[in-house]
Every structure is written in structure tokens, then in C-alpha cells.
């Protein structure tokens, strides 16, 4: 197999001395602990000068069992590397002042999260809020007058106070019991109590919070993965422009989130700006000229993976425009060039996450750089800023011309563990999926690869299923771990996939085991077929969520390729599993309709009505703080397994969610998914 170009990018990104840092005699195969030795970089915010910028960097901390983050910073240019904070507390969440001289952040070194502020040519960081409850969400206004930032509050209190002395009161009571008259009764991972997430604004001084959301019945910014890009100051600075979903009862299955306008004064309640579209409105930002808002907008109610589009609003009134209406992909961030000519975004794209530029005035959509993950675009004079990570190496900052040349590294941080760590080859290649239709698979070499060998298979299912298993570094379901230990690794975007156009993922909907399972299926004919060195008799297939889903859905329809399987969060009754999850939205989407509605859609592809073919050995792993793919459905999976005999196992985290997210915990999956893998592929 050649070594796709694609495999370079972070390399030429970060510098090529990271190819030779280290000698082969002091490397070694890429493990858990490699990944998660890896620091990593996130929320990049510019300096308004464009000469600086200050990032979150997240180190593990292993004996402590978690993350510990500080802020950076770094030239543009890639100079002046230097640690800004450095207290065991966790600091997060940076914003520049406008005068660039001071940077406002969050942080917990005062025993609860609030807002700091920092010098950034030395001192100490100075407390500015000092709220009864966590701040999250931090922005800073144009002007530098006022801070804005969120905080867990009943809707039904004035003060964040009175939020405190209720709950006191609740931890002071006796009887533990909770009564609930409406949905949600828990999301995510957490049980709901009553508080929303509801946004406040001080003078920069940090006193005299004023919720803006008063007796609003809503979260800004979404909840559980939104964050502060959902909240954005007018560029007067008086007053603030949020994503909301008031929807009442009918929360649970709608996505019908709107944007507000609200004045700093809290003068008026906030005034919808969206009202008109019932799908979801995000992501506000105002062009450089402050004539125009930019946002981000979908145009089905109740479909999560709907496709945005950029919506451009004059401001403060005036015609909408849909600026990329006939643009086949999915923004999911962008900014404003300088002159308010061009936005740059970031959109899922044929198995890489690419940067782009649109034409304001023509629409018009160019590449500017295709291959690898990239993220949080923004401008510093002549260059835009991303992070780009890939297959072969984490998060890291970079630059580029807008017409795509000059690609430059500016972070350099990971560059001698990701030197130290032996990573496997990996490339892309289409073959004729369901219905003929073009589908795309990534393959990783294992890291000792020898073309006269033959290697046991690791297919990996990716969840969503509106997902992907692209080009990027991940830290749960990472394939260079796979690679290390002496596996292939083949990874289908089955249909439902994005970043192949909207009707690709579309087409699944009412069609969980059809499409997907004829994809999976020729995909991994095709790898096997393409790649002589894979042993098709040594395959096991793995898989989270959708991808549980699927592997129980394979061991009743499809197990004759598979020695063994690994279902993590994987649903067994679909039809129960809509009784049980949270988000309603997902399964009357994907079903069409409810249970009553259609049962058929349910049923048909229900792994539950298989479990009489199964033959396969199974791992199956489940957390206790899953409330999307509830702890049952992985409990039933293992008893339908033991009650078959079936050489199974279970794997169960009392403190996990969807997710693994605590080192020590990463580190058992791992060495047991492996463990297991070795029992049946290599033994």
C-alpha cells in the first residue's frame, strides 16, 4: 500500500523534523498511554492585534485520574511559546480584552469555577466574580464593558442566590425522592433538578449578575455539547445574541432552537430572531462591519443531522439570504475575513473535516485545504488559524493563506511523543456499495507491517449514525491503538455517514440494518479483496452506540466473517430503547415516527428478534451514566448471550457515560478490549 499524502499533512504541518526526532531503537508501538500522553490543545482565541494566541492546553494527570488545563500562549508565527497559568486548579475558557493587553478566563482555583483575569505581560491573576453558584460560558464585550456568562439557576429565582439556598435546603432534606411532572427526567448523564442554564451579564467588575433569561423555561448555550460560540455580543456592545430551544413540554423531541436578542440593560425579555424557522439556529456572528449577522441554520424540524446552512441577516433589520443553499456540505464553525468579503468554515468532507472559503456576494465555495480535521477558524492579518489534527497525530495549531498556500505549524508541543510512538500507514479508497453507490473506507497498517505477513482485522463501526470514522485523532476509539497492537484496522462510512452530502446521510432514515449492513458488508469484502495481507479468517468487529447497535445486529444477520465482536452502548430493543432514552428526537427521526406511529420501523431491523442466530463471542461494555443507550440494554445483551451459551463477557464502569472518559478507566477498556481481541484473533 503507498502512503497516502494525507498522511504527511500534520507532519508538514507541525515541521518534518517530527519524522526524525527519534531514532526506531527508542520508539515503540503507539498504545493507550501514548494517547493518552498526548497534551491537548483547544478553544484558540486570537488576540486582537493578530500577533498572539492564547489556548487551553489538557494534560493527564494519571495519578489523580483526570485532566488538569492551563492557558498558553504563542505568536502567530509560532514564537514565544510560554505557559500563562500554571495553578493545580483547572483554567479554561479564554477571552482577550479588547485592548489585548489582559485575558478573561474561567477558573476553579478558588473553589468553584468563576471568572479571572490576567495580565499578559506578567502578575497575578486577579478573581473577578465571586457568584454563590459555577459561571461557565465566558465572552467579553466589544467594548470591554461588560462580561457575560451562564449560570444553573431555578427560572423561578431573581438571584443566584436563592438558586443556592434551594438547593441547600434539598441536600438538608431527609427523603431523597424527586417528583417530576414532565420530561426531561435526566439528559446525558445527569438528572435533571429543575435549573436551566440561563445568561447573565456584570460591568467588567464582576458585580451585580442580572439574568437576562428571567422566568425563561430554556438553556443557552445547548445543552449537553454547546458552548460559548452560541452566545455573542452586538457589536455595541449592548446587548447579546443567544441559541435557545423554548419548547416546553414538547422539549424532548423537538430541535426547534431559535436565536434571541436581549440588551445588557434587561430592559426588555428577549426578542426571538428566528421565529420563522421551526429547525435549529446557531452560532452567531456579527461581519467585521457590524452590518451583518451570520448564522447557522437547518431546515427540518426534529432532525438533528440536518444540513446548516449559513444565513446571512442585515442588521439590525432586513431580507435573510440562505448564503449556501446549494452548497452540499455541513458548516460546523466559521469566521469572518477582515473585509467581510469571505467567511471561512469548516465542514465534514468525503472522510476529512476541510477548510473552506465562501464568497459572500456570489456564494461561491473553494477548498483551501482538504485533507486532515480542521477546527476553530479564525483571522490574524493575512493568515487564517485553525487546528488540524489527522490520523497520525493530535490537535495542533496551524496557518494557511486564504488561497490554500504557505501551509505553517505553529504548535509544535506533541511533536517528540508523537516521534516516540509507532503509528501505522493508513489510506483511503472508494468501493461500490449499497446500490452501487460510491462509499469510502479508511484502512490503518498495523505498525510492524510486513507485506508477506497476514495480520488479524479490526473492524471498526463508527457511531451516529450520523458520524464518521475519518481522518482524525481520536481519544476513544483511536485506530492507531488497534495498529500498535498488530491489528488492520478497516473503517466503513456506511451510508448515514456525513460529509458525503446530505442525501447519503438522509438515506438510512427508517433503514438502520439495511443500507449500513450492505455497506459494512462489500466494504470489508472490498479491504479484504484489496489488501492481500489481512487475514479474512482472523476478523473481529467493535463498535459504540450506532456501532453496538450494529454489532448486535450483525451477530443475528451477518456472523460468519467474525471470530469475535465488541458491543459498547449498544442498543438490543429499539423499540424499548425509545422508551428509555432521552432525546426523543433521534428515534422518531431515524424510525419515522413513533412506536405507536410505526411500529414496523421499530421492529423490522430490531436486533432483539435475532437473538436466536447468535453464535458469535461478544465483550460487551455499558456505563452506568449512559442515559441515551440506557445500562439495560447492555445487561440484556449479556443475558441473552450467557442464556445462549455464548463465550461472552461484560464490562461495566458505575461512573461512566455514553463515553470513557477517566484515564484509569480508558486504560481497563483498553487492555480488556485487547485482551479479548487476543483471545480469539491471535490465540
Not at 489523580?64 to 492557558?71: E, P
Request: charged letters at 20%; a negative charge.
Amino acid at each position: 500500500m503507498r502512503l497516502n499524502m494525507s498522511c504527511l499533512l500534520p507532519f508538514l504541518c507541525l515541521g518534518l523534523n517530527v519524522l526524525l526526532a527519534a531514532p526506531p531503537d527508542q520508539t515503540h508501538p503507539f498504545s493507550v498511554h501514548d494517547m493518552l500522553a498526548m497534551d491537548r490543545l483547544g478553544d484558540p482565541q486570537v488576540s486582537p492585534d493578530g500577533k498572539r494566541i492564547v489556548f487551553v492546553l489538557r494534560e493527564t494527570d494519571l495519578d489523580a485520574n483526570k485532566g488538569r488545563t492551563d492557558l498558553w500562549l504563542i505568536g502567530t508565527d509560532g514564537d514565544g511559546l510560554r505557559r500563562l497559568t500554571s495553578h493545580p486548579a483547572g483554567d479554561y475558557n479564554p477571552r482577550w480584552a479588547p485592548d489585548g493587553r489582559s485575558i478573561w478566563f474561567i477558573s476553579t482555583r478558588s473553589g468553584s469555577s468563576q471568572v479571572w483575569r490576567i495580565l499578559v505581560d506578567g502578575g497575578e491573576a486577579q478573581q473577578v466574580t465571586d457568584q454563590p453558584l459555577d459561571v461557565a460560558n465566558l465572552i467579553v464585550s466589544p467594548t470591554g464593558q461588560h462580561i457575560a456568562f451562564t449560570m444553573e439557576v431555578f427560572p423561578d429565582c431573581d438571584i443566584p442566590e436563592c438558586t443556592k439556598k434551594r438547593l441547600d435546603q434539598t441536600d438538608s432534606r431527609k427523603a431523597s425522592g424527586r417528583i417530576y411532572d414532565r420530561i426531561f427526567v435526566r439528559h446525558w448523564d445527569t438528572w435533571k433538578d429543575g435549573r436551566r442554564s440561563h445568561l447573565f451579564v456584570t460591568p467588567e467588575s464582576g458585580a451585580d449578575a442580572l439574568d437576562l433569561m428571567k422566568a425563561m423555561d430554556a438553556d443557552t448555550p445547548s445543552k449537553p455539547f454547546g458552548g460559548p460560540e452560541e452566545i455573542t455580543f452586538t457589536p455595541d456592545g449592548q446587548a447579546l445574541v443567544f441559541s435557545a430551544r423554548d419548547a416546553g413540554t414538547k422539549e424532548p423531541w423537538s430541535t426547534d432552537f431559535d436565536l434571541y436578542l436581549v440588551p445588557v440593560s434587561g430592559s426588555e425579555p428577549p426578542k426571538c430572531l428566528t421565529q420563522e424557522n421551526h429547525a435549529w439556529d446557531t452560532l452567531p456572528i456579527f461581519s467585521p462591519d457590524a452590518k451583518t449577522l451570520a448564522y447557522l441554520a437547518m431546515a427540518r424540524p426534529g432532525y438533528e443531522s440536518d444540513r446548516f446552512r449559513v444565513v446571512l441577516q442585515p442588521w439590525p433589520t432586513g431580507q435573510k439570504r440562505i448564503l449556501t443553499q446549494n452548497w452540499d456540505r455541513s458548516p460546523s464553525a466559521f469566521c469572518w475575513s477582515p473585509d467581510g468579503k469571505t467567511i471561512y468554515a469548516v465542514a465534514a468532507n468525503t472522510g476529512q473535516k476541510s477548510l473552506f472559503a465562501i464568497d459572500v456576494k456570489t456564494a461561491v465555495v473553494k477548498t483551501i485545504l482538504k485533507q486532515g480535521h480542521t477546527g476553530s477558524p479564525a483571522v490574524a492579518g493575512e493568515r487564517i488559524i485553525f487546528c488540524l489534527d489527522s490520523l497520525s497525530s493530535p490537535v495542533g495549531l496551524c496557518s494557511v493563506k486564504p488561497d490554500g498556500s504557505d501551509l505553517k505549524g505553529i504548535t509544535n508541543i506533541n511533536a517528540e511523543k508523537i516521534a516516540a510512538a509507532q503509528m501505522g500507514r493508513y489510506e483511503q479508497f472508494a468501493f461500490p456499495g449499497w446500490n452501487d453507490q460510491t462509499v469510502y473506507c479508511y484502512v490503518v497498517q498495523p505498525v510492524d507491517f510486513n507485506p508477506a505477513r497476514k495480520y488479524p482485522v479490526a473492524f471498526l463501526i463508527h457511531g451516529g449514525p450520523q458520524g464518521s470514522f475519518g481522518n482524525s485523532f481520536h481519544y476513544r476509539w483511536n485506530p492507531q491503538a488497534y495498529a500498535g497492537a498488530g491489528y488492520a484496522v478497516v473503517m466503513v462510512d456506511f451510508h448515514g455517514s456525513t460529509g458525503y452530502g446530505q442525501a447519503f446521510t438522509d438515506s438510512i432514515r427508517d433503514d438502520w440494518g439495511g443500507k449500513p449492513l450492505e455497506d459494512l458488508r462489500k466494504g470489508l469484502a472490498a479491504a479484504l479483496d484489496r489488501y492481500p495481507w489481512m487475514d479474512r479468517e482472523r476478523v473481529g468487529g467493535l463498535g459504540a452506540s450506532f456501532g453496538g447497535y450494529m454489532i448486535n445486529w450483525i451477530a443475528g444477520n451477518w456472523p460468519e466473517p467474525f471470530r469475535c465482536l465488541v458491543n459498547h452502548d449498544g442498543n438490543l430493543d429499539e423499540r424499548m430503547a425509545y422508551f428509555d432514552t432521552e432525546e426523543l428526537w433521534f428515534p422518531e427521526w431515524d424510525h419515522a415516527g413513533t412506536p405507536w406511529e410505526n411500529p414496523v420501523g421499530y421492529e423490522k431491523h430490531n436486533p432483539i428478534n435475532f437473538v436466536q442466530n447468535w453464535k458469535t463471542p461478544m465483550l460487551v461494555i455499558h456505563g452506568a451514566l449512559d442515559f441515551r443507550v440506557v445500562e439495560t440494554q447492555g445487561l440484556a445483551t449479556f443475558t441473552a448471550l450467557q442464556r445462549r451459551g455464548i463465550a461472552s463477557k461484560l464490562l461495566y464502569f458505575p461512573d461512566e457515560n455514553h463515553w470513557v472518559l477517566k484515564p484509569a478507566n480508558s486504560i481497563l477498556w483498553h487492555e480488556t478490549v485487547f485482551a479479548w481481541l487476543e483471545q480469539w484473533l491471535k490465540n
